[in-house]
């Protein structure tokens, strides 16, 4: 396993996460998305794969207090509040889709807000952990943050999340958009903050490189559940093999579109 590997990242004294949801519920306005999902978050790295509305947002929106949620949820062994500053107080943070920057701002300024939740006196020792954690950003303090590559924000976005030292980083397609290089550099710095001994719960849709990366997976499918377990196993299984990998791979990207591929999968079964 990895976790025997030397890693540069420091957090400053958190714990990991154990993150129990049961029976979870949620979506928008009388429209449920997610009903009765049950999953079992462990140290490490978990990945939620699916396809394109399969709901995997939606989870990480009900857990972060966005949308209101339904079911138990369990952060070792204790309720998750339901309000949004007391869940980041509790010890878990999340990076959304599309990242949400202040563009007009710098690095430094981003980072300082990720870490409006941590006493004053503490911060610049965070700000320092961050430049240490991601030495690409120390460079850039000073450039504002709209002017930055797809990878660079996306990097800030997770130092941003990583200033108030969760116990659980939640991640939403990391790697959505950006170059194949930089798909590895962010998957691996996510490894990384899990090996250092944060929780962290990611949503992707590059199935296979995020299966290479992660300790457990699940996969949506319209809000159910239709596959889990260790990811060593699931990258080997029917159901992924035929639904988001091998000849579903975009060649143009080195993407594998998931809808796509389960479309034609529900295609290929209707038509045997
Ligand atoms: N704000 C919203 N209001 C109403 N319905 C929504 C809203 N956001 C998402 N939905 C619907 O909820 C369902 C699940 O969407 P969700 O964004 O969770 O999927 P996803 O698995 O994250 O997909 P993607 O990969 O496209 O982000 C979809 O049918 C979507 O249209």
Redesign the pocket.
Known sequence: MMWHRPHPFTLGGSTSAHLKVENLSA???A?L?LRDLTLDIRPGLTVVL??????????LKALNGLIPRGGNVLLNGEELPEKTHEIVQAGMALVP?GRQLFPQLTVAENLELGGWLVPKAERPQRMEQAFTNFPKLRERASQLAGTMSGGEQQMVAVARAMMCAPRLLMLD?PSLGLAPKMVDELLGIARRIADAGTTVLM?E?NVKKALAVADRGYV?ER?NLVASGPAKLLARSTVIREAYLGADKDPATGTTNAADAVARRKKTATAA
Request: charged share 15%; proline share 5%; hydrophobic share 30%.
């Open positions: 979506g928008y306005g429209f998305v699916g396809p394109n509305g399969a709901g995997k947002t939606t989870l889709e397609e949503v849709q949506l809000g």
